[in-house]
Structures are given as C-alpha cells and as structure tokens.
C-alpha cells in the first residue's frame, strides 16, 4: 500500500509538473502571440505609410510632369504667336489671288487647329469686362453704348493654357 501510496504522489507530483509545464507554455505561447501581433501591427503601420507616400509622391511627380509640359509648351507657342499674327494680318490684306488667300487662310487654321489640340484657346476680348490678368489696356475710350471697363476693340489677340497666360491681350477699355 505504502507503494501505491508513493506511486500516487508520484504521479500526482508528475502530474503538477505537467501541468506547471503546460501553464508555462501556455504563457510563453501567450507572450508569443502578442508579440507577434505588436510586430504585425508595427509591420501594418509601416507598410501603410510608405503606401501612402508613394501615392503623393505619384500624384506630386504627375502633378510636376504636367506643369513642366504646360511650362515648355506656352514657351514654343509664345515663340510661335507672332507667326500667327503675321497670317491674320496676310488674311487682311487685299489681293487679286484669291488662291493664294486661301492658301494663307488654310495655313492660319491648321495653324491654330493644332494649338486648340494643345489646350491653348483665344482669350475673349470684346464685349467682355477687363481683367487685368487677361488683358493688357493700351487706351481708354469713352462710349455711352458700351459698359463700364467693358472692352471696346483689341490690338492684339491673347491665349492661355488652361488658366496660364500666354500672352495678355492689348485692348481698348470703354469707360
């Protein structure tokens, strides 16, 4: 008896140290996994903040591209506007050829056929209210049939990209 009895706290001490082992493991199991969570989230967090850069660093570098394209293309169209002046001033003039004319007039429109394809446009003058960012006054008239700063004649077109001035138009202001 006295062996079943020492058998018995054996097993009982055998089975406390089990049991102590398992909580043991079951503890390092726990920190385990809540470490794991904490490098997980820190892991989440990183990666959404590098995604979140990289987008603005894609919209910023698109948003750059296209002020560069818009930048350099008003250049070259600024270079090329005293061009298009000369063809509208060649439509103006009197001639016998009325071929020749309208070879001129061709040339003019395919010529401003491409700058509308760029996003380059006519900036409205008569008829409209002046605006000093739009236009360039170059004299003032006095006209009781027209408004108050309203534009009266232009000397000279003007166009923009969007809403970057090319070139001002020169016009007469009423009023």
Do not use: C, W
Request: net charge negative; no cysteine; proline share 1%.
């Amino acid at each position: 008896m006295e062996e079943n009895n020492e058998n018995a706290q054996e097993d009982v001490q055998l089975e406390n140290e089990m049991q102590e082992r398992n909580e043991n493991n079951q503890e390092v199991e726990t920190n385990l996994l809540e470490e794991t969570k904490r490098e997980l989230e820190d892991v989440t967090d990183r990666y959404k903040r590098i995604l979140a850069e990289f987008e603005n660093h894609k919209k910023r570098s698109q948003k750059e591209r296209a002020m560069l394209y818009n930048s350099i293309l008003a250049d070259v169209v600024e270079m090329l506007l005293p061009v298009i002046d000369n063809l509208e001033n060649a439509t103006k003039v009197e001639t016998q050829d009325e071929e020749y004319k309208k070879g001129v007039e061709l040339v003019l429109k395919q010529f401003k056929d491409v700058l509308t394809s760029k996003g380059v446009e006519e900036i409205k003058t008569v008829g409209e209210t002046f605006d000093p960012a739009l236009h360039e006054a170059v004299s003032s008239i006095q006209d009781d049939n027209l408004g108050e700063k309203e534009i009266a004649s232009e000397y000279r077109k003007g166009y923009k990209i969007g809403n970057k001035v090319i070139r001002h138009s020169m016009v007469v202001v009423a009023n």
